[in-house]
């Protein structure tokens, strides 16, 4: 199996900065795209950003420009450094990644992270 633990999450002033980290761990034997997610209280959750495993990006055009994703492959963990937050950033942030074990190495598999909560607010 494998596991996604998301880290980061806090309590942060408006106008303020906070790096989110999702590591991979267990039967992992590659990582492929990469995405964050998020769900604010009663809404659905949406796409943040994605990356794939040669570094493509794509943001949510809420968040471009102050939101960056990245990812070391070697170390199977992505980040997600936002900056310029605001209260409406406020929402639990899912990590998910698409992966294979090597128990089968050529099947992919999404996975999901148990979620951190971010919270902007003065």
């Known amino acids: 199996q494998v596991q996604l633990v998301e880290s980061g999450g806090g309590l942060v002033q408006p106008g303020g900065s906070l790096r989110l980290s999702c590591a991979a761990s267990?039967?992992?034997?590659?990582?492929?795209?990469m995405g964050w997610y998020r769900q604010a209280p009663g809404k659905q959750r949406e796409l943040v950003a994605t990356?794939?495993?040669?570094?493509?990006?794509d943001y949510a055009e809420s968040v471009k420009g102050r939101f960056t994703i990245s990812r070391d492959n070697d170390k199977k963990t992505g980040y997600l450094q936002m900056n310029s937050l605001k209260p409406e950033d406020t929402a639990v942030y899912y990590c998910?990644?698409?992966?294979?074990?090597?128990?089968?190495?050529?099947?992919?598999?999404?996975?999901w992270g148990q979620g951190t909560q971010v919270t902007v607010s003065s």
């Open positions: 990356i794939t495993r040669g570094g493509t990006t």
């Open positions: 998910n990644g698409r992966a294979t074990t090597w128990f089968e190495p050529a099947r992919e598999l999404d996975y």
């Open positions: 267990g039967n992992v034997f590659r990582v492929f795209t």
